[in-house]
């Protein structure tokens, strides 16, 4: 199965915007769904966004939509998470996750977990 490695968190300001991006090793995405989540300190894991990537469809967390946009790279075998406007309240050690199938927003359904990357916004 496909094993996923994430990159590009960071330290920004509030307004500020910045980009993930979800690797693929061991195979390609293209039967796969890969999600976003995230988790604040003492916290839960929530989703945050997913983007299918056969159909290029996507799924977003209500208080992320219209500020984050799912999608994929094809030349660099990537799903990226855009993130604007960023808040405060978004700062949380971002996952990357993948699964055999079609959108989800449930973490138990994703088999394939990147190490997490973090990203703080100040205020």
């Known amino acids: 199965q496909v094993q996923v490695v994430e990159s590009g968190g960071g330290l920004v300001q509030a307004g500020d915007s910045l980009r993930l991006s979800c690797a693929a090793s061991g195979r390609a995405f293209s039967e796969y769904t890969v999600a976003w989540f995230r988790q604040a300190p003492g916290k839960g894991r929530e989703f945050v966004a997913a983007?299918?990537?056969?159909?290029?469809?996507?799924l977003y967390r209500d208080s992320v939509t219209g500020r984050f946009t799912v999608s994929r790279d094809n030349a660099k075998n990537t799903v990226d998470l855009q993130m604007n406007s960023l808040k405060p309240e978004d700062t949380a050690v971002y996952y990357c996750?993948?699964?055999?199938?079609?959108?989800?927003?449930?973490?138990?359904?994703?088999?394939?977990w990147g190490q997490g990357t973090q990203v703080t916004v100040s205020s």
């Open positions: 983007f299918g990537w056969r159909d290029g469809t996507a």
């Open positions: 996750a993948a699964r055999y199938g079609g959108l989800r927003s449930s973490s138990e359904q994703y088999t394939s």
